[in-house]
């Protein structure tokens, strides 16, 4: 099995910054893409950022400029930097992996179970 848990969340006025991370632990053989989703109230998940194992990233056009995503493959982990926070940030972030395990090698889906951010004064 393969266990997602996410950290960094919280209470944050517009303007100020926050860094999620998510941690993938289990019987690991390898991870391809890592990154984050969002879902706000009413709203549907969407693509906040992703960072592929060689390094190629892709962003939500609204998180330009603003959000950097990194990893650490050794420690299995991704990392979201999100500077110039907006109320419209405001979601639960849900970290997401495809891995490899020895009981599938074909890379499979993964979620977190989410971690709040609220952007509010």
């Known amino acids: 099995q393969v266990q997602l848990v996410e950290s960094g969340g919280g209470l944050v006025q517009p303007g100020g910054s926050l860094r999620l991370s998510c941690a993938a632990s289990?019987?690991?053989?390898?991870?391809?893409?890592m990154g984050w989703f969002r879902q706000a109230p009413g709203k549907e998940r969407e693509l906040v950022a992703t960072?592929?194992?060689?390094?190629?990233?892709d962003y939500g056009d609204s998180v330009k400029g603003r959000f950097t995503i990194s990893r650490d493959n050794a420690k299995n982990t991704v990392y979201l930097q999100m500077n110039s926070l907006k109320p419209e940030d405001t979601a639960v972030y849900y970290c997401?992996?495809?891995?490899?395990?020895?009981?599938?090698?074909?890379?499979?889906?993964?979620w977190g179970q989410g971690t709040q951010v609220t952007v509010s004064s």
């Open positions: 289990g019987s690991i053989f390898s991870i391809d893409v």
């Open positions: 997401y992996c495809t891995v490899s395990t020895p009981y599938r090698l074909a890379y499979s889906p993964y």
């Open positions: 960072i592929a194992r060689g390094g190629s990233t």
